[in-house]
């Protein structure tokens, strides 16, 4: 099986689903636990009756996050972390939100048929990697906390293809802006999601598809 780096390729449930989510124990831990300049801001406050305040993931993804947030200090910039690990009834909710919504737009769409579109827009969630604390939806800001330009702002879904991280009609500093971050998170092994251009992921199922590899975690009922 390819690695999909090259490829570009926008992977889908099928795709995914074929690699069994991985066993690993290690803990979930403050997601700036290795460098407190990291910008940690929820979209939506969901979390907030699980976790607090305090935004989660795997020990690995923290350490790497850091790592690449170093790399980005000496231009002026910093990571910006709107989410890290969701629960996974929350990720159920979603999923639902979202799988019904689309029932209401094709009717004629069986349960599967639903399902593998769904994960278009919203992960199915046994194979979705933020509620296994692997996932970040992540972009870049300056020291005086400006998100730069990537074309649309995390989780705007109002044009669904130009969420696409190679999406066509960008400007210069869009592409610019997009080939940074996501060649920053790649050096550090993460594995993209093409569908959306802010979302990453480390040790997950998805990351395991993308490099034909074993997946490190599965999902996890955790409550800080």
Known sequence: MQNYLNSRKILTYDDVVKFPGGNSIE???????????????YIKHDMLSYTGDVMYVRDSLA??????????????????VAYGYRHPDIQKEYFIKRRD??????????????????HNFVAVPD?????????????????EGNELDMGTGIAEYHDPNKIKTFAIGLTTDQVRNRTL???LMIDEGFAPF?????????????????YNKKALFSAIDFRG
Request: glycine share 6%; net charge negative.
């Open 27 to 41: 803990p979930l831990v403050d997601l700036r636990k290795y460098d407190h300049s990291i910008v940690d801001k």
């Open 63 to 80: 350490k790497k996050l850091a790592s690449i947030n170093a790399n980005l200090k000496p231009m002026g910039y910093h990571l910006n």
């Open 101 to 118: 919504a689309i029932r209401l737009q094709f009717p004629t769409y069986s349960d599967d048929e639903l399902d593998r579109y769904t």
């Open 127 to 143: 194979i979705a990697g933020h509620p296994a604390g692997a996932a970040v939806d992540v972009t870049i800001v300056t020291a």
């Open 181 to 183: 971050l996501h060649d």
């Open 194 to 210: 093409y569908g959306e251009w802010w979302h990453f992921s480390y040790g997950d199922r998805e990351w395991a598809a993308f």
